[in-house]
């Protein structure tokens, strides 16, 4: 009986692979260990941040100067008696702490109305000033401190020193870490500070005569908000300009 069988050639073992068994060739250990080989890229490093450019010789004795108008009250009426001379004349000091920041207007003739009382003018004029060195004290010398708002409502008389007593209304140490231009509202509850006086006259500034110890009366409050930008803004705006002139 014969087959129809034929003997396979050499022709035919030296054939190509098949599409499938190429594939299944290409996806064999072999090729994942080689791939797996391969070095990976490094991951970026993060570039050095830049250092702030150098302050020019007048920004440095600037910085300085602001300060040193903030240490004591001694050098806050040398800086004063330069370049606030309205503060000054009116003889406005400074004093407070790290939870406390008040400032003091003595009963002078530069502060009294005809009335022998203290003027208006004066009050609303030592408001400003009054909350902007306690703006300037938290912030430093490296930023400018203006005045955009004030408000002052008039309670009643002064006959005596004033007192300012600060409160700002949000977190002011939080807005200064920021490094960004901000405004800041301030509130001033303006008292009158008693002084050794006669009994009459002294039951006539308190309160509460018939308790005792007397108590400071109020004679004021205002609100001030402060714009507060870094000195960097106002040289880089400057730079900018400059540049496209």
């Known amino acids: ?54 302050k020019s010789l007048f920004e440095r004795v600037e910085a300085f100067v602001s300060k040193l108008s ?16 309205y503060a000054y004349r009116s003889g406005i000091t400074m004093s407070g702490d790290q939870n406390t920041y008040r400032a003091t207007l003595p009963f002078r003739r530069f502060n009294k109305n005809w009335y022998n009382a203290m003027a208006g003018a004066a009050l609303l004029g030592n408001s400003e000033i009054a909350g902007g060195n306690y703006v300037f004290s938290v912030c430093g010398g490296d930023y400018t401190v203006v005045c955009k708002h004030l408000e002052y409502k008039f309670l009643r008389p002064c006959h005596g020193p004033a007192e300012y007593r600060m409160t700002p209304l949000d977190d002011i140490h939080a807005l200064v870490a920021t490094g960004e231009e901000f405004n800041i509202a301030i509130r001033m509850d303006i008292v009158q500070v008693l002084v050794p006086m006669s009994e009459q006259r002294l039951q006539e500034e308190v309160e509460d005569a018939g308790t005792g110890a007397p108590k400071p009366k109020r004679v004021g409050r205002c609100t001030a908000t402060f714009h507060v930008t870094p000195k960097a803004h106002h040289k880089a705006k400057k730079q900018r300009g400059n540049s496209t002139a």
């Open 1 to 54: 009986m014969s087959t129809d069988a034929k003997p396979i050639s050499a022709s035919e073992h030296d054939a190509p692979e098949s599409g499938s068994e190429a594939r299944a060739h290409e996806a064999s250990p072999v090729g994942a260990a080689s791939s797996q080989s391969e070095p990976k890229p490094s991951p970026q490093k993060h570039k050095a941040t830049p250092k702030p450019p150098r």
């Open 70 to 85: 903030t240490r004591n009250k001694f050098w806050n009426r040398v800086c004063s008696m330069i370049w606030l001379p």
